[in-house]
């Protein structure tokens, strides 16, 4: 479990957030990430994203890579995307995300990991969402 010292540390130095889903360049929740930075594109084998409907849900799995946009953001901003996700700082197991480090290209990253199971749902081990 992250303390409250450690994510104060960790959004100090990781202002960075990997995006895969909604929240990319034209799509429906863009708009939460227009004043960031946007640094660029990524890919990471280390994510698979699964289609939940509306919206993907990452989990930690090989995959032949997920594109990802990498972005420069505030500590308003990154609390602002934690409410959008539903991640939970003093119980991220009860979201319905976790923020969670990842390797860029750009440095490390936020990333918010799917909770729920996934069961039944379309697996994506490469490119993107929307399929």
Same mark, same amino acid.
């Given at each position: 479990?992250?303390?409250?010292?450690?994510?104060?540390?960790?959004?100090?130095?990781? !202002?960075?957030?990997?995006?895969?889903?909604?929240?990319?360049? +034209?799509?429906?929740?863009?708009?939460?990430?227009?004043?960031?930075? *946007?640094?660029?594109?990524? =890919?990471? =084998?280390?994510?698979?994203?699964?289609? &939940?409907? %509306?919206? %993907?849900?990452?989990? *930690? $799995? !090989?995959?032949?890579? &997920?594109?990802?946009?990498?972005?420069?953001?505030?500590? =308003? $901003?990154?609390?602002?995307?934690?409410?959008?996700?539903?991640?939970?700082? =003093?119980? !991220?197991?009860? +979201?319905?995300? $976790?923020?969670?480090?990842?390797?860029?290209?750009? +440095?490390?990253? *936020?990333?918010? &990991?799917?909770? %729920?199971?996934?069961?039944?749902?379309?697996? &994506?081990?490469? +490119?993107? *969402? !929307?399929?």
């Amino acid at each position: 479990m992250m303390t409250a010292e450690y994510l104060e540390t960790a959004v100090a130095t990781t !202002p960075l957030v990997a995006v895969y889903g909604t929240l990319k360049r +034209g799509l429906n929740n863009a708009h939460c990430l227009s004043k960031a930075v *946007w640094l660029g594109g990524d =890919t990471s =084998t280390d994510l698979t994203l699964y289609d &939940i409907g %509306p919206y %993907p849900g990452a989990k *930690w $799995q !090989p995959s032949l890579g &997920i594109l990802l946009e990498v972005y420069r953001v505030t500590a =308003t $901003q990154l609390a602002q995307l934690d409410a959008l996700e539903d991640h939970r700082q =003093t119980a !991220p197991e009860r +979201g319905e995300y $976790q923020r969670q480090l990842l390797a860029t290209r750009f +440095g490390t990253a *936020w990333v918010y &990991i799917y909770n %729920p199971g996934v069961d039944g749902c379309l697996m &994506i081990a490469e +490119g993107g *969402w !929307p399929t």
